[in-house]
């Protein structure tokens, strides 16, 4: 059983580094036309320089601040330490940002191709999810709470 696990894993490691070593051409039968990807520089920014603010931004900060400082109280109440400080970063302004990027791929359609926007969006997706579990620690945070009614018991 363990072994099917790790073949698996390793095949997909195979294929994936085998993708990485991959020739891509700028069109369908262009043999010999590669795209040279160190003359070809990708940015990213460079699809969202100017975009307007579609979440209001505003709002959206006093929101995510709100959540931010819900956050806080709830790890300081737990653990009832006042000096705990979540990450900055967390419900910070650059997923403020991040969010405003997500509403212009979403709505305006900013590679006129929903294919072409899917990548962009799984991105910001997983910076969200990375945001909530490693800079707000709520996994964590969720695991001691687990624990504690396993073992104390948490009914109403």
């Excluded at 059983?1 to 700028?26: D, E, R």
């Excluded at 036309?33 to 975009?51: A, S």
């Excluded at 209001?56 to 330490?81: C, I, P, Q, S």
């Excluded at 799984?122 to 624990?147: G, P």
Aim: proline share 3%.
């Amino acid at each position: 059983m363990k072994f099917a696990n790790i073949s698996a894993i390793l095949g997909s490691l195979a294929v994936s580094m085998s993708a990485t070593q991959a020739k891509v051409y700028v069109s369908e039968g262009s043999e010999g036309n590669e795209l040279e990807w160190d003359q070809h520089k990708y940015d990213v920014e460079e699809y969202f320089k100017d975009i307007p603010d579609l979440i209001d931004m505003n709002a959206t900060e006093f929101k995510f601040t709100f959540v931010h400082w819900f956050l806080t109280g709830y790890e300081r109440g737990f653990y009832n330490d006042t000096t705990i400080r979540l990450n900055p970063d967390c419900f910070g302004d650059y997923y403020i940002t991040k969010l405003n990027e997500y509403e212009y791929l979403f709505y305006n359609d900013p590679f006129e191709n929903h294919w072409e926007n899917y990548f962009p969006e799984l991105s910001l997706l997983y910076q969200f999810s990375y945001m909530w579990n490693n800079q707000c620690d709520v996994d964590e945070s969720m695991y001691d709470f687990m624990i504690y009614c396993w073992y104390k018991g948490c009914f109403p």
